[in-house]
């Protein structure tokens, strides 16, 4: 599963940073070009909920392959697009089945122990990164050949396809087994959130003997099945789970809103020096995602104390940052933001697994996914109204609702140490 994850990022970072420019030369304004850009966003925000719970529904291996597929059909029709329609056709089957990721975090859920589980999407995380990392040197060295967005995009299909391959080539009785072990290992261990487990209990055949007969499933049985469950998600008591997600979320892209244009304007440095500080803060988040294993040791496995202090952390550096006298200090605080937003991020979706039952991971995640796509739609508002006043107005906000996403993880402290507890003393 790290294999494909890596091959995913990377044939998608190969395309994303030349799209703009192929639609431009398509003859699409600027205007034309955002709105495209925003629908895209819009499907992904009401996408990932639904296709999350599908792969409840029928199993992770029939919802994986058929996100990959589309998504490379999603490609093969970029490569294809010589008009604006054609680019904007291209778009929707990506926008609504590209949770590639999202399903095979679902799938690593199924299979790993809670104890493991920070560990493994860590190193999953890291896997990615590195694709997101190498894909637009090569993007950038295929387009400078003839025709090149168009070969760049069949690449990218070609990428998805392989992957399809090697996720139809894995051995899909480990993830029956995974389940099993996880149901027996929850026999004995106290329910921490009763209305959460109500609302989000799905029989841990979802992935077996269910999944088939899902398939054959009437298609408004299965649209009703996931409403239903995503109810169950929308009155379960997670909300500050999410909230806490949505908050740093935002906070993170208010740092990074205005990052090339904030550095210019404050220290006179040029845009391309901002690009190699962006580069070498996603390097350092690979190695973030590696260093999880032994931090996840130290802190006895207690997820909530690490996103606490990741939290707390994240937000003394944004406000660093949006103080800072000199460039020496951003690329500080750049260096040590790119492990707490590392780590934060792959707690909080680990706490939301563990509170909300590994049974409906796909959900979850899924809904995870919208709250974090709402992120991107509001900060871009938020960023530019906050740059009305300062440059440094959109980090000195983003401070702010990270202020607020520490208060709310303190004022459930209680909650999320108690079913610390029950996890520690189970394992």
Known sequence: LFLPSFQDLFGVSMVVPLMNLHIKSLGASHTVAGIIGSLYGIMQLF??????????????????????????????????????????ISRVPVGIFKHTLSISKALLSDLVSERDRPLVMGHFNA??????????????????????????SFVCASVFLLNAGLVWMLPWSE????????????????????????DLHLKSATNGALASDSLFRSPWIQVATVLKRIKGIACSDLWDI?????????????????????LEERFGVKPLFAGYLMSYSSALGVLAGCLLGPITRLYQYNTYRILLHSS???????LLYASALSIWMV????????????????CIIDLELTIGGNEASGTL???????????????????????????????????????????????????????????????
């Open 312 to 318: 707390t952390l994240t937000c003394t550096l944004i």
């Open 127 to 152: 896997a990615s990164s590195v694709g997101f990392i190498l894909g637009p040197v090569v993007g950038g060295y295929l387009t400078e050949l003839e025709d090149g967005f168009y070969q760049t």
């Open 175 to 198: 993830e029956n087994a995974g389940n099993r072990e996880h149901q027996q290992g929850n026999k004995g261990t106290d329910s921490f959130s009763a209305k959460a487990k109500r």
């Open 365 to 427: 995640l899924g809904v995870g996914q919208s709250v974090t796509s709402v992120g991107r739609i509001v900060a871009p508002l938020l960023s530019g109204i906050a740059q009305e006043f300062s440059p440094c107005g959109p980090p000195s906000l983003g401070v702010g609702l990270a202020l607020v996403a520490i208060l709310i993880m303190n004022a459930n402290k209680q909650k999320y140490c108690s079913h610390g507890n029950i996890k520690l003393k189970n394992q």
């Open 47 to 88: 996408s990932s909920t639904f296709v999350g719970c599908w792969s409840d529904i029928v199993g992770r291996r029939y919802s994986l392959l058929a996100c990959i597929l589309l998504s490379a059909l999603g490609y093969f029709l970029l490569g294809t697009s010589t008009t604006v329609f054609l680019f904007a």
């Open 331 to 346: 690329i500080l605080s750049s260096t040590f933001l790119a492990f707490s937003t590392t780590i934060g991020r792959t």
């Open 242 to 262: 999410f909230l806490v997600r949505l908050l740093m979320s935002v906070a993170i892209l208010l740092y990074y809103s205005n990052f090339s244009l904030a």
